[in-house]
């Protein structure tokens, strides 16, 4: 996907009516005003994992997932591409896996409601771990999380999520995944 600035007039305000009626209709959350980080963090008990793109990154988060202990009751749901499904098989960490939903392009919208149906109930917390743009990834991040929906940062993902991790270093993704992963309190 174009980036947000190099989008032509007519795609810049459709992208950002799309936001604002999402917002508004609270599909996604909004803190307008602060919150408690601390109280929607600890109480936080199912939690959904937008796993990356890439199987490098891939591998990254699931060595860090499986030496976790969760908290009493607390489980991981993830979404993750096909493609990557072997490595995915063995991993015990996972609570539920679901398949991103097929599509021909993770960067069109608007994404209709439908798209992610599959998608049980909502998280209490929900975490993109896709470093670029990827709009379908921070959709289902930001529509499922009940009280906090962290991601990195970068030009459309602000739009939706909650908390986003700025990127150190490309080369550093362990870092800035532990990072994340120790803003909501999932340790190792």
């Not at 604002?20 to 307008?32: A, D, H, Q, V």
């Not at 109280?39 to 990154?57: G, H, Q, R, Y």
């Not at 009493?72 to 493609?83: F, G, M, N, T």
Request: charged letters at 25%; a positive charge; aromatic letters at 12%.
């Amino acid at each position: 996907m174009k980036k947000l600035n190099t989008m032509n007039f007519f795609s810049k305000t459709k992208y950002k009516i799309w936001i604002i009626f999402l917002k508004k209709r609270n599909i996604i959350l909004n803190y307008n005003k602060p919150f408690n980080w601390n109280t929607k963090v600890s109480d936080s008990k199912n939690i959904l994992i937008c796993m990356p793109s890439n199987k490098a990154e891939i591998n990254i988060a699931n060595q860090y997932l499986d030496k976790i202990t969760l908290k009493q009751d607390q489980k991981i749901d993830i979404v993750y591409l096909d493609r990557f499904k072997e490595n995915f098989n063995q991993c015990n960490c996972y609570n539920r896996k679901y398949l991103y939903p097929d599509v021909k392009n993770i960067n069109h919208f608007p994404i209709k409601k439908t798209t992610i149906s599959y998608i049980d109930n909502q998280y209490d917390i929900t975490i993109d771990l896709n470093k670029g743009i990827n709009i379908l990834s921070n959709y289902i991040t930001a529509t499922k999380a009940k009280n906090i929906s962290v991601g990195f940062s970068n030009e459309i993902s602000k739009d939706f999520l909650t908390a986003t991790i700025m990127l150190n270093d490309q080369s550093e993704y362990s870092k800035n995944i532990k990072t994340i992963f120790e803003l909501v309190e999932i340790k190792n």
